[in-house]
Every structure is written in structure tokens, then in C-alpha cells.
């Protein structure tokens, strides 16, 4: 005869062993892979390469897309400007809620020697010779033509074309361009786009290189012929209008090459 003791010890340790059991195939499941949080799984897919899994055309209507928005987009934002042997710049860029911009650039007259507003209005396009720390001078603006116009190559800077009217090429699906997302430039967020021509044109509708931008237009960084730029702080309101930093005068305006050297005197000895 068994005493209850001894068959209520055996029930315990059957449960026990079931428990041990159910136990030992939780945790076999378990480790089968590891559990990720939300937080880890959307930071898994940000490292992921950016490129991966878009194709040519998916890419070129992203692109399409973001740079609509960038044509609506009324901001004032400032930009650092790398050039290879050269000091970072700083670019301010306004554009005005009734459709007039100016784009403040460091340098860009005269072989970098003069700092340079390029500004459209309704009443044209114009250059301004902005005073600085080296070169101080009056501020005063040249009209270069209608708005719209071509700008002479020989005065033209091209960094404003970057805020301005390559916007539209780059919202034009129709542009000969291939497009491709890659990974982000430093310092950059938001979608970039590798830019190149399809065409075998000697003039380009734009410079070809890498273009950032975030989902509601913003340009946050590009990697051009012409340098890098980089979006610096986060941008601000836009003026209603942009006014010209100076008087328009009837002067030239200035080129984007170094000035000539001064003839040395004539008849001086060589020693």
C-alpha cells in the first residue's frame, strides 16, 4: 500500500518536469533569432543602404517629386560652401513668398576677390557687389535683364542656379537625366539623388553630381562641379518680397574671372 505522501511527491515531480519541459521549447523558439524593438527595427532600415531596392525610373520620380515641392518652397536658409583651396563660405538663400530670390555669395566676382548677391525681382534679374571685411565698398546692383534671362556665362556664378531654375529641370520627368538614390552625404538628411546626363550636349540644363533633399523640398546638401554645400541650422521664414541690398547704377557688371594683372611700368630695369 503506498502512503499518500509518496504519490503526491510523484505528482510534484511530474509537474515539475512538464514545466521544465514547456520551459526548455519557449526558450528553444526563442533563440531561434533575436527579438527587435520597433526603435531597433526602423534604425536597422535608416542603415540600410538608401539605394537599395529602387530602380532607375522609381528614383527619377522620387526626384521629380521632391523637387515640385522645392519649386513651391518659400524659405530663408543658410548654406556652407566647400571649394577645394579655399576657406568654408557661408550662402544665404531667400525666396520670397511672391516668387522674387536672392542668393548671397561669397566670392563670386572676380575670382572670389569680390562677395556678389544674385537676386531676381519683377523688375529683372541683377547682380550686387556686397561690401565685406577685405573689400569694402558701396553696395550697389547692375541689371543683367528680364526675369528669366539667361545670365552671361562670364558673370554668372552658377551657385544660385542651385536654388533657382534647375529645380525645374529637376522636376521635369521629360529632362535627359538618369537618376538613382545613393547614400546620403555628410552631414545631409533626407533622400540623395546622383544626377548625370543622358545626353551628349556640350551645354548641360544643369551641373550633374549629387542633390539632397528632404520630402517637403527643402535642399539639405549637393555635391556639384562647382563644390559642395550643406545645409546649415534648420530654415526660416520666408520675406514676402526681396528688396535689392543696394541702388541699381548704370555700371557693368563684374566677371567671375581674376582681373588682369597690372601691366608692370614701362622702361623700369629689370634689377
Do not use: K
Not at 92 to 113: E, H, K, N, S
Not at 226 to 239: R, S
Amino acid at each position: 500500500m503506498r502512503s499518500p505522501g509518496t504519490g503526491a511527491s510523484r505528482n510534484s515531480l511530474a509537474v515539475l518536469a512538464c514545466v521544465a519541459f514547456v520551459t526548455s521549447f519557449l526558450l528553444g523558439c526563442e533563440s531561434s533569432g533575436p527579438v527587435h524593438s520597433p526603435a531597433e527595427e526602423s534604425a536597422e532600415a535608416t542603415a540600410a543602404p538608401s539605394g537599395q531596392g529602387t530602380s532607375p525610373d522609381d528614383a527619377r520620380m522620387q526626384l521629380a517629386a521632391v523637387a515640385a515641392a522645392a519649386a513651391d518652397l518659400r524659405i530663408t536658409a543658410f548654406y556652407t560652401w566647400r571649394t577645394a583651396n579655399r576657406p568654408d563660405r557661408t550662402v544665404a538663400v531667400a525666396t520670397a513668398v511672391d516668387g522674387t530670390w536672392r542668393v548671397d555669395i561669397p566670392g563670386g566676382a572676380l575670382g572670389g576677390a569680390v562677395d556678389v548677391a544674385m537676386a531676381q525681382t519683377e523688375d529683372g534679374s541683377f547682380q550686387c557687389v556686397l561690401p565685406s571685411a577685405a573689400r569694402p565698398t558701396t553696395l550697389s546692383c547692375v541689371r543683367l535683364g528680364d526675369p528669366g534671362t539667361p545670365v552671361d556665362p562670364a558673370v554668372d556664378p552658377r551657385l544660385q542656379h542651385l536654388f533657382t531654375d534647375w529645380i525645374a529641370v529637376l522636376a521635369d520627368r521629360r529632362a535627359p537625366l538618369a537618376v538613382s538614390v545613393v547614400d546620403p552625404l555628410p552631414g545631409t538628411d533626407g533622400t540623395c539623388f546622383s544626377v548625370e546626363s543622358t545626353t551628349a550636349s556640350l551645354r548641360s540644363p544643369l551641373d550633374v553630381g549629387i542633390y539632397c533633399y528632404r520630402p517637403d523640398g527643402t535642399l539639405t546638401g549637393a555635391r556639384l562641379g562647382l563644390g559642395t554645400v550643406t545645409l546649415a541650422g534648420q530654415p526660416g521664414a520666408a520675406p514676402g518680397s526681396i528688396t535689392l541690398p543696394g541702388p541699381v547704377t548704370a555700371g557693368s557688371p563684374l566677371g567671375t574671372g581674376s582681373p588682369p594683372a597690372p601691366p608692370s611700368p614701362s622702361g623700369a630695369n629689370p634689377g
